[in-house]
């Protein structure tokens, strides 16, 4: 008999999704939170005792355990039994210290590796199941979305398999793939899926819009963290509130029903794994999360709770434009205004409320993100920008026709 123990996920469900494929009625499949997974296996290992059962093998994929279990996992090998753990996470790279793991974060082409995308290469390898293009279509979905490749590449059909994951029950997910897998030359969706995808889509985007007029921006350590508070749509919401905030480091998605945070981020010079470990948590460099603890609930809830949220850059200005050669307006807290202007030099200034401040940036994207990341600024509107310009006109033109009667009474002062 087999035993698959995978993640409750896209990537892990797709492991089970193979497994039955491969196996039929000969494998058992289980699937499990991040922090379930060690009581399944220690079940499993009270339950089975190696001499009764040499065949039993354990497949455990998407997940690792813990250090205790996996020192038993290692006596369990040690003792015949048979037991592998297939897993792609960064963090677990030391289970391929064991003969009984192997964890790449990477295929042999270069190619980001999930754990459907190994367990299918595994299968093959081990003749459990042949290749075909149904399978090659649908296992390379699971990878690109699990990867977050499929946002580099727009690969829309990967992200939309994962909404389908999370839209029907997981066991009618499941057939319906394991079916379509085993009936068709090829994988797509079909008319009713296809229908219900489109209708979500609509209900994302309302979603994410409101969504992000709650972005609270704030400085975590030596991050400028987005916060955001939500319990579904974590990816969307990352992608769309990253994708338009360039200047954060990362965006971080509290859900406090289930307390926990997930942390996302677009950037390569930031790795939200290693934030993720601060706390006790971990993942992909772009992708990972922990559990709401006290620090966590202090950092990220509490403090900032008093914060106001992010205004949004206008986006229908016709005059205030980012980076135009006559400027543009920000607004900050406080009724700040800051203006970001060319200098003779090339180089990018600004001032805030009206007084020059001290720095000078090669580019406009540099000197915004600074004022964005410093002063929490936003761009502001067209009739904001235009009574700044008609102020000036005024003062200039004062100046020129007659003295300013300020500028007088000082002369005028013993
Ligand atoms: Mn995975």
Known sequence: ????????????????????????????????????????????????????????????????????????????VRNGGRAYLIDHHKTALHFNDYEWAQVHVQHHDGKLASATSLLYEYLIHHQHLEPNAALDQYVEWVRLYDTWEWEIHNETQAKRLNDLFYMISLDDFESRMIERLKSSDSFSFDEFEEKILDMEEDKIERYIRRKRRELIQTFIGEECVGIVYAESYHSELASELGGSNPHLDYIAILNMGGRKMSLRTIHDHIDVSAIAMRYGGGGHAKASGCTMGEEVYRLFAAEPFELDPLPMDAMKNQFNIKGSANGALYEAGGDATLFLFRCPSGDWA?????????????????????????????????????????????????????????EEKIIEEP
């Not at 089975?48 to 994929?61: A, K, S």
């Open 350 to 406: 600004a001032e805030w409320n009206g007084e020059r401040l001290p720095f000078q940036f090669p580019s406009f994207e540099d000197a915004e993100r600074h004022i964005k990341r410093q002063y929490g600024a936003w761009l502001a509107r067209d009739e904001a920008y235009v009574s700044l310009l008609s102020d000036h006109l005024k003062r200039s033109r004062n100046r020129g026709l007659a003295p300013d009667h300020d």
């Open 1 to 76: 008999m087999y035993y698959v123990y995978s993640h409750n996920d896209l990537d892990g469900v797709s492991c089970g999704i193979l497994a039955k494929y491969a196996f039929g009625d000969e494998v058992e499949v289980r699937y499990n939170s991040i922090g379930s997974l060690n009581i399944q296996v220690e079940k499993y290992l009270n339950r089975v005792p190696v001499q009764g059962n040499p065949d039993d093998l354990l497949l455990i994929t998407d997940l690792s355990v813990n250090s205790d279990i996996e020192k038993r996992m290692d006596l369990h």
